[in-house]
């Protein structure tokens, strides 16, 4: 958990933007897997990619600890995307638990990332 916790402790206005448009993107995707029991996702990964340019030009290089605000429509510069799905088996009407604890982990993380919490961070997995 330390990278996590030192990536997003360095410019806490725009990592915690960046970390609150995640939890937007990841609460959908938990929710689908809490449903969903067609599929068990082995090896899989969740590619996470932002703007950074767009968000630095945006803030003006200045945050001091305050909350970066895209514009409202805006929402095209962090997308979340699973990929790496060599490794996908048919369930029989089960959860996919491993994928789902996966899931959770980090939104817990980026919970505690929007919250500024990182005395946490070592507990997440637990």
Known sequence: MQPFAEFFSRKAGVHQTIAAKLLEKLIPLSKLFDAQRYYSF???????????????????????????????????????????????????????DNYIFGLDNLIRIFSMIVGNDFSKMSTVTS
């Open 42 to 96: 082995f090896s899989s990964s969740l590619l996470i990619v932002y703007d950074a340019d767009r968000i630095s030009k945006l803030s003006k290089g200045d945050v001091n600890g305050t909350h970066y605000q895209p514009p409202p429509n805006d929402d095209d510069w962090l997308r979340v995307k699973m990929i790496d799905f060599a490794h996908v088996f048919p369930l029989e009407d089960t959860l996919d």
